[in-house]
């Protein structure tokens, strides 16, 4: 098995990744306590709304946290790949938590539609600032590595969509205030809920690609096979399996079949042949050869087991 190429991250990093999800939990606390309470004297469901959204970021957050402390726990006999998977378990359930808050939001707002309340805006204006301020901290603490990994990406995104949100209650406060015009509160929270499935349906589905060990979009299975194809001593490469472990792990495995009934000196050239080309070409890092000659399998590309 090749892992020439293995990428990984200092402790450091992970321990700054820890820390800027500590300091957004407490802030998104404090917004949640400070929204319940204010949502309820001021009668404003955009507000609540936020609030709840607040709550699944606080939740959301923890989860990530956990994840981040599982991926650094090192492998064992009985847990071979360790918890590399942590942080995409806690992707795919902070995607989920979107689009369930989401679906509450509608709800709600569709009955407000029906029967839109009196709101008081000075309350939701102040309120809604401070949810700008502490998410907009929050957003700018996790957007880095919010590039480089799909969990610290579903907790960026709960946050961004909360900033939003409390922009877009800030906007329905300002209009009530000095317009009175109070089925605005009901829109908004309708507009905030859509958006959330929007962002959440997307990390959904690529975090459920991975944990269902389908084949990275970026690679092309059958380019593989032209390319391995072309190695002097190599008849065919078949039955693959190709999948992504976590954001830095892409592995692949295959029966190669040799023209000849070669040394396992000669087989570890090809065999680093083969690595160098899907590394470079296709960023796969992780490799495991099955060498074959003459032996009656199927030759096919996909095998299904």
């Given at each position: 098995m090749g892992n020439l190429h293995d990428r990984s991250h200092g402790h450091s990093h992970s321990d700054l990744k820890g820390i800027n999800l500590i300091i957004s939990i407490f802030l998104n606390l404090l917004i949640t306590?400070?929204?319940?309470?204010?949502?309820?004297?001021?009668?404003?469901?955009?507000?609540?709304?936020?609030?709840?959204?607040?709550?699944?970021?606080?939740?959301?957050?923890?989860?990530?946290?956990?994840a981040t402390l599982l991926a650094k726990k090192e492998a064992s006999t009985n847990r071979t790949f360790g918890y590399k998977r942590a942080e995409i378990i806690a992707a795919f359930i902070n995607a989920a938590t979107l689009i369930v808050v989401a679906i509450i939001l509608i709800k709600e707002a569709s009955e407000r539609f029906l029967q839109p309340q009196k709101v008081e805006s000075d309350l939701v204006i102040w309120l809604s600032l401070l949810g700008i301020a502490a998410n907009g901290f929050s957003v700018l603490l996790l957007k880095k590595d919010a590039q480089s990994s799909m969990n610290m990406k579903s907790a960026y995104l709960h946050l961004l969509t909360d900033m939003l949100a409390s922009v877009a209650v800030l906007m329905g406060g300002l209009v009530m205030k000095f317009y009175e015009v109070y089925w605005v509160d009901a829109a908004l929270t309708l507009v905030i809920a859509l958006y959330l499935i929007f962002v959440g349906y997307d990390l959904l589905k690529e975090s459920t690609r991975v944990l269902m060990l389908f084949t990275p979009n970026t690679i092309q299975v059958r380019q593989i096979v032209e390319e391995v194809g072309m190695i002097d001593s190599v008849k065919n490469i078949h039955h693959i399996h190709i999948w992504q472990l976590n954001e830095n792990e892409v592995h692949l495995e295959a029966h190669v079949d040799f023209k000849e009934d070669i040394r396992l000196s000669e087989f570890d050239k090809v065999l680093g042949q083969i690595e160098e080309i899907v590394y470079h070409k296709f960023g796969i890092n992780?490799?495991?050869?099955?060498?074959e000659y003459g032996k009656s399998d199927s030759k096919q590309i996909i095998v299904q087991d």
């Open positions: 306590v400070c929204q319940v309470i204010g949502g309820l004297v001021s009668g404003s469901l955009s507000l609540l709304s936020d609030a709840l959204h607040n709550f699944s970021d606080v939740l959301s957050l923890i989860v990530s946290y956990i992780h490799v495991t050869i099955q060498p």
